[in-house]
């Protein structure tokens, strides 16, 4: 039996049950309607009736996957647009543009980066199963977000899936991206050092919480300009990877990303000419899977970011 048993975290009280269940078990808005009819979502062992029903802080909230088929393997699809700069037998490095989505999840169930990879490279399909992993995701051991283009590793092989996301977890793996930010960044560089989690009003967002997990962003000034608005350009290091990690932070010390519309607070560059946040994935490092080689790729700005500096002027 396929159950998820959350307690309800701060982050959900108040919230619908039905947007929570969709969150929590990651599944689509209609398959949670069958769910709940189907009596599958209860609340305290408590059959919920209404999608409507309010989460409250410290309730157990489990539901019962079983009432949906098994998940189907993701199609391969030939129309996904994404550049490989890197293969060999134990891994791929993809330079993922901007808008595109790296794993099928709620409201996304095709055209991902997984999709465009699987026509590629069909074993993929295999090192899900070998690895243990989600169906959804063979290969993947980081993301980007939708709207963030650059450089992502995807695991060939179980063995080299194992050893990215160790990896991974002892910070062993550099990743630099190019940002621009709203403001002017006082000093050289600095470091911010503030845990990261979902957010209390808007549990689709993340935020800066005690309750949140560990995060650091370390930055470098790069440039900085004055029209037609004061703007930063930065170069962040992660050395945590948490969602929208770097986004949270910025906006957080008061210098939010450039074109990003969900962590802005309302600001923005006037005459902007991207439709997106500036932030691109620009520089990947790390210890080769099977030779222990250290390894280096880099990524250009893509058009769109380049044709935004030169709108700016010192």
Known sequence: MSVVRVEVPISLDGVRVDKAVALVADVSRSSVNTLIGEGRVLIDGQVVRSRSTVLRCGQELAVDRDAEQAPLAPAADASVVFDVVYEDADLIVVDKPAGLVVHPGAGHRSGTL??????????????????????DRPGIVHRLDRGTSGLMVVARSADAYHSLVSQLGDREVSRLYRVLVLGQVEGASGVVD???????????????????????????????????????????????????????HLSAIGHPVVGDEVYARGRSLPGAVIGRPFLHAYSLSLAHPTTGQSMTWTSDLPDDLRGQLEQLSS
């Not at 350009?233 to 992660?238: D, E, F």
């Open 194 to 248: 503030a845990p990261v989690g979902r957010s209390v009003s808007s549990p689709t967002r993340m935020a800066v919480s005690r309750r949140g997990k560990e995060a650091r962003t370390r930055y470098q000034v790069e440039q900085r300009f004055l029209e037609p608005a004061p703007t930063t350009l930065m170069t962040a290091a992660l050395e945590t990877g948490r969602t929208h990690q770097i986004r949270v």
């Open 114 to 135: 997984v999709n465009g990879l699987l026509e590629r490279y069909p074993e993929l399909a295999s090192v899900a199963v070998e690895a243990g992993t989600d169906i």
